[in-house]
Antibody, heavy 116, light 111 residues
Framework: QGQMVQSGAEVTKPGASVRVSCKTS????????VSWVRQAPGQGLEWIGWVTTFNGKTNYAQRFQNRVSLTADTATRTAYMELKDLRFDDTAVYYC?????????WGQGTLLRVSS | QSALAQPASVSGSPGQSITISCAGSSGDIGTFDYVSWYQQYPGKAPTLIIY???KRPSGVSDRFSGSKSGSTASLIISRLQTEDEADYYCSSYSSSDTLMIFGGGTTLTVL
């Protein structure tokens, strides 16, 4: 089964950076990639990218290519998402999800609010 | 505008069946059998209910089924129950520069 537990809510200013963590348990960490998906208030789901945990290889959605960095620490079974140069429209709930071509296990979500 | 097109809303009565469509293209649904569906309740994380077009994860009711024809996938919910009232999202692997794409979501109302 497994579990993914994310870090707490963040409030930050435009232009800043934020790092969100996703600690996993209960499944073989390096057997799955970890994707990050966000959901703006009242909106749908948007895929940000994934990190293949056994070798750290990443793939990012085009629109996030220059601002996001996804990493995975196999020793602590934790995945991280860093998003830079934050804008007001980055305000959203950010989810990590265990994945390859489907998202079978999700974290509880981390609310990121970008506000001046 | 989402990469996959879903109706914004559908409705049905308890006991009925409904279908939610998810229209893609030859670069995603039309080529790959990596279509998945998610159920999301307000304020909660999504949960996987269908993967690889028509497979159900363990513990998901057999009232949920999936299919694909050409570049359009469908989620069928039979014997509707009030607890099925939620948002539903489709997703597909894509050959574009964004590897995983979602539909815009469909709100199911059980009248």
């Amino acid at each position: 089964q497994g579990q993914m537990v994310q870090s707490g809510a963040e409030v930050t200013k435009p232009g800043a950076s934020v790092r969100v963590s996703c600690k996993t348990s209960g499944y073989p960490f390096t057997s799955y990639a970890v994707s990050w998906v966000r959901q703006a208030p009242g909106q749908g789901l948007e895929w940000i990218g994934w990190v293949t945990t056994f070798n750290g290889k990443t793939n990012y959605a085009q629109r996030f290519q220059n601002r996001v960095s996804l990493t995975a620490d196999t020793a602590t079974r934790t995945a991280y998402m860093e998003l830079k140069d934050l804008r007001f429209d980055d305000t959203a709930v950010y989810y990590c999800a265990r994945s390859l071509y489907s998202f079978g296990l999700w974290g509880q979500g981390t609310l990121l609010r970008v506000s001046s | 505008q989402s990469a996959l097109a879903q109706p914004a809303s559908v409705s049905g009565s308890p006991g009925q069946s409904i279908t939610i469509s998810c229209a893609g293209s030859s670069g995603d649904i039309g080529t790959f059998d990596y279509v998945s569906w998610y159920q999301q309740y307000p304020g909660k994380a999504p949960t996987l209910i269908i993967y690889d077009v028509s497979k159900r994860p363990s513990g998901v009711s057999d009232r949920f089924s999936g299919s694909k024809s050409g570049s359009t996938a469908s989620l069928i919910i039979s014997r509707l129950q009030t607890e099925d009232e939620a948002d539903y999202y489709c997703s597909s692997y894509s050959s574009s520069d964004t590897l995983m794409i979602f539909g815009g979501g469909t709100t199911l109302t059980v009248l």
